[in-house]
């Protein structure tokens, strides 16, 4: 909504929220997530034509164009629970829309949603006694630490519509928002279904590439081969590409997981068991990721950490995010604190969000935004997000505040590994 307002000066953006302590971060200088552009980007429109508030219903009075992006997380109870998406938020949305709206709106979803959801929307908007509602799809495809460039230079907007005059007519409003910076070829429009399922097939076959190189940088440990340069060779096909064959702890954030549990979900509900049981897979070897590294770091440390320090580098999920939903960083730490290891976790932005994530486990879990600290006396280093801040650290000061003999596990493989030996580490990393 920030873009669309710096690009559309002559429209007013309202972003709204239940939540008042969240408005009222977005109103001040501190945002309540951190992004790369973002305050920029807010600072710049904030007050002009864009405006955040709690008042939700008069944002619905007073839009044509309703975009709504409630939560959809998996389902913890009932039937689905552990795949399906929990759409209570999504549906009680779509009832106060039918309950506070003064004339015809578009509504636009959003949220990454199961396919045909949409169809439940419609449903409950038509009861609506005087007023229309035209329900379109428009996922979103940018990625947390290059949202605003993503958003600045896509490789395609996607809106999905009913191919009727009223859909038509409510997709074309939807792409004139964008065509304002936007080029028209990179606009791509579809029937309300494919854009809704776009989203989540797009994500399954992202999270499918991160488990694919996982699993192969096991068979390079086993056989001495290099995960790095087995990457760079199958991504010089021009049929495969190099992005997201980075091998690492496993994929993380609030899409990949969900969507791919959401997608076996569906396949299930289809009667499609063996499409289901191939996408279930992806999130089992990413599971298998992080227990593996974890038995990495025991069985290189002697096969016991008890008492044993342990300086964990990142808990984002990924570099330049605060976001630590789903986080590698999470089952990795309460794996290592089953072993009764002293765990201290470095991070630049995302330590605020220690305490939620591990629960009754937080009490015994260090924290502090100084890696030098974080190493201080400790027994090994791993490192768990790719932030640049630790690949400028001086490795001598790191090396000389440790215990000896002092280990570094690059759960990212991104540190200079010969660097690292020549001031004294034993290193292991992902692949190698």
């Not at 619905?60 to 409630?70: H, K, L, Q, T």
């Not at 549906?91 to 309950?99: F, L, P, S």
Request: with cysteine; hydrophobic share 40%.
């Amino acid at each position: 909504m920030a873009a669309i307002a710096d690009h559309n000066h002559d429209r007013k953006v309202m972003v709204v929220d239940i939540n008042k302590a969240r408005i009222d971060a977005w109103n001040s200088d501190r945002l309540p997530i951190y992004e790369p552009g973002l305050d920029e980007v807010v600072k710049r429109r904030r007050g002009k034509n864009l405006f955040f508030s709690t008042d939700i219903d008069k944002a619905i009075r007073d839009c044509d164009i309703i975009f709504v992006g409630v939560n959809t997380p998996t389902k913890t109870f009932g039937r689905g629970a552990g795949c399906a998406s929990d759409l209570q938020y999504w549906e009680a949305t779509a009832r106060n829309i039918v309950k506070v709206a003064n004339r015809d709106k578009i509504v636009v979803e959003k949220s990454t949603l199961p396919v045909r959801t949409a169809e439940a929307m419609e449903h409950i908007l038509s009861r609506h006694p005087k007023h229309h509602f035209e329900v379109l799809s428009n996922p979103e495809f940018l990625a947390e630490g290059s949202a605003i460039s993503d958003l600045e230079n896509p490789d395609r907007v996607l809106i999905g519509g009913h191919q009727t005059p009223r859909g038509k007519a409510a997709i074309k409003a939807l792409a004139d928002v964008y065509a304002a910076w936007v080029p028209k070829e990179r606009i791509l429009t579809a029937n309300l279904w494919s854009s809704e399922l776009s989203k989540l097939a797009a994500n399954a076959m992202l999270a499918q590439r991160i488990s694919s190189i996982n699993s192969l940088s096991a068979l390079c440990e086993a056989t001495e081969a290099d995960i790095d340069q087995v990457a760079k060779a199958v991504g010089m096909d021009s049929r495969i590409g190099p992005k997201f064959l980075k091998a690492g702890p496993g994929f993380g954030g609030s899409c990949f997981k969900k969507d791919i549990l959401n997608l076996v979900y569906i396949c299930e509900t289809y009667g499609l068991q063996q499409v289901a049981d191939y996408w279930r897979q992806v999130v089992l070897m990413n599971d298998y990721q992080q227990e593996r590294l974890v038995g990495t770091v025991i069985r290189t440390m002697f096969n016991t950490l008890a008492n044993k320090k342990l300086a964990l580098f990142g808990f984002a999920f990924k570099a330049n995010t605060s976001d630590t939903r789903e986080s590698p960083a999470i089952a990795i730490t309460k794996m290592l604190a089953e072993e009764r290891a002293q765990i201290v976790i470095t991070d630049p932005k995302a330590l605020g969000h220690v305490a939620e994530d591990l629960g009754e486990l937080a009490s015994r879990v260090k924290t502090t935004e100084d890696p030098y600290e974080a190493a201080k006396d400790a027994d090994a280093i791993v490192l768990l997000t790719e932030w640049d801040q630790f690949r400028g650290l001086d490795y001598g000061r790191l090396y000389r505040g440790m215990r000896k003999p002092a280990f570094l596990f690059d759960g990212r493989n991104v540190l200079d590994h010969a660097a690292l030996r020549k001031v004294g580490f034993e290193v292991k990393a992902v692949g190698k």
